[in-house]
């Protein structure tokens, strides 16, 4: 008898919403009526709206059905579910389906598709390809190669990577790092775990390359602590890479070490800025350095490090294998390849969209998204996590450009969309941003630490309406000293929420507006 192959998600998302359960549930039924079934527990496509998304593999085609529950199984076999058989469940190939086909796949390209802790499936898939071209053609090919890209982290801040790299490259040092900031902390944010979750060895094969460009022998990834699932499958991935030579000493030959150990965080937002992520690995509280020197000179344990994103190694095998100008073609202006799309808030289909840079917040929210789970109109939407601007509906057809952003005010960011309906308060979202940054500050600098507090009670007064002109002046000028004068972006940036609500929304800002809300 044929085995069949089954593809149930072991993703966080999914798992929530019972894979765990459907996987069981095919198996035992699988088992009581003689079919011989694979179970593999891939990644996620990216549609967390289909999860769990269940694949058969029918004559060399997947087909899939969505939102699958335990209890659809018994009618799945009972449609002839593995033969591809019609369902209510059934959206055909999974390549069809349009959420999925209409994307520019480059850093995601292998999620979804293969069993995340095989190296053959890894393999059989081009992994490695760009380690084994970056091997034979040297370092300054690397370094070449990333800079022609135009590749800037992902992680939000946007630096020119190929710059970073050289940077650390060019240091003299008899030890170097690679760390990965796969602390990802941003409201509406998920790329960074559904890669590592659906593709982890792309990201070691990054941190790789990036080890032997610049001349460093280990690298870290620092890892949220609320990652559970994506800790066990980075840990499970690496053991097999490092059993099939990939990671070690000497790796395949070349005389090039290189080896990688996961740190898990403790729940700070803080660390997810690069020095306080650094002084975290180094067993210390997670503060902000002063910069300079910078981490590409003095990083990890005072030695030169290179800080990315995990979005932004994982992005540099393909890079190296194809070459920089291939990604470069993806894009506008500076904002070169591809960024995966979080959609995420009142949204009716939520998930990832890896799109080239161009395309815009209303093709996002509306031919993907699928406009709001409520039916209602969008109101606000904010791009670039906690400290990002609100945008209006006025605003939607603004391109996903880093330029075109920074010149209204606003942030791409880690690229996480969050959609409100017209029945959000926007001086409840302005104070929760003062409230978030009193919270996860590092309490370094005072214009953080104090300022946030007194931001929330600004907002207050003007909410209930004491002397709101007054406390409206007031509450700008804090904007403007927390902005000039906060040693990092957590400070620094908690204006650009507060600022846009005030200037986009001031009717929620009227005396008595949305006080009750406030205090809940």
């Given at each position: 008898?044929?085995t ?10 999914a ?44 004559g ?36 069809g ?18 069993d ?11 992994g ?19 800079l ?27 030890q ?7 602390d ?13 979750e ?10 790789a ?24 499958i ?14 070690g ?6 005389g090039?070490?290189?080896?990688i ?13 690069e ?10 509280r997670?503060m ?32 190296v294998?194809?070459?920089?100008e291939?990604y470069?073609?993806?894009g ?7 960024l995966?799309?979080q ?14 840079f ?23 939407v ?5 400290l ?32 409100f ?6 001086a409840?979202?302005a ?23 007194r ?12 002397d ?16 000039d004068?906060?040693l ?15 200037e ?13 809300r406030?205090?809940?």
């Amino acid at each position: 008898m044929p085995t069949t192959k089954v593809y149930v998600p072991r993703e966080t998302t999914a798992v929530s919403v019972g894979a765990h359960e459907v996987a069981l549930g095919i198996e035992r039924h699988a088992q009581a009526t003689g079919e011989s079934v694979q179970i593999i527990r891939n990644g996620s496509w990216g549609a967390s709206w289909l999860e769990p998304l269940v694949e058969v593999e029918v004559g060399g085609t997947r087909i899939a059905y969505g939102n699958v529950a335990p209890a659809d199984v018994p009618t799945l076999f009972e449609s002839g579910f593995l033969q591809g058989g019609e369902h209510p469940r059934r959206l055909g190939p999974t390549q069809g389906i349009p959420y999925l086909a209409n994307q520019d796949r480059w850093s995601f390209l292998r999620c979804g598709a293969i069993d995340p802790g095989s190296v053959e499936d890894f393999k059989d898939h081009k992994g490695f390809t760009g380690f084994e071209k970056a091997l034979a053609e040297g370092p300054e090919f690397v370094l070449e190669a990333v800079l022609k890209s135009g590749l800037r982290g992902r992680g939000g801040a946007a630096f020119p990577t190929g710059i970073k790299w050289r940077t650390v490259a060019d240091a003299e040092s008899d030890q170097k790092y690679i760390t990965c900031n796969a602390d990802e902390g941003d409201s509406g944010t998920f790329s960074d775990r559904i890669l590592m979750e659906g593709d982890p060895m792309s990201l070691f094969e990054g941190m790789a390359i990036a080890g032997y460009a610049v001349g460093a022998t280990k690298g870290y990834i620092y890892l949220r602590s609320e990652y559970p699932i994506t800790y066990r499958i980075l840990l499970e991935a690496l053991d097999e890479v490092r059993d099939a030579g990939w990671l070690g000493r000497d790796i395949r030959g070349s005389g090039f070490d290189f080896d990688i150990d996961v740190h898990l965080g403790a729940g700070a937002y803080i660390c997810g800025e690069e020095t306080a992520m650094l002084e975290s690995l180094e067993g210390k509280r997670g503060m902000i350095r002063y910069k300079p020197p910078l981490p590409a000179h003095e990083g990890l344990f005072g030695k030169p490090t290179v800080v990315n994103n995990v979005v932004t190694l994982a992005s540099v095998p393909d890079i190296v294998n194809l070459g920089g100008e291939v990604y470069a073609d993806y894009g506008v202006d500076q904002s070169k390849g591809t960024l995966a799309f979080q959609l995420a808030g009142n949204i009716k289909r939520g998930g990832l969209v890896e799109k080239a840079f161009g395309v815009t917040l209303r093709e996002l929210i509306e031919d993907w998204g699928g406009g709001t789970a409520s039916g209602r109109p969008v109101r606000a939407v904010q791009v670039g996590g906690p400290l990002g601007a609100y945008l209006t509906a006025d605003q939607l057809d603004i391109p996903m450009d880093y330029e075109a952003f920074t010149a209204i005010g606003a942030i791409v960011g880690h690229g996480g969309i969050v959609v409100f309906d017209d029945t959000v308060d926007m001086a409840v979202q302005a104070r929760f941003a003062m409230e978030f940054c009193a919270i996860e500050s590092c309490g370094k600098c005072t214009p953080c630490r104090i300022g946030a507090v007194r931001g929330v009670e600004v907002i207050d007064r003007i909410v209930a309406g004491e002397d709101r002109e007054l406390n409206l002046d007031l509450l700008a000028e804090l904007c403007d000293t927390m902005e000039d004068a906060s040693l990092c972006a957590m400070g620094g940036m908690t204006p650009f929420p507060v600022r846009s609500a005030v200037e986009h929304f001031p009717e929620d800002f009227g005396a008595g507006a949305g006080e009750e809300r406030i205090h809940e």
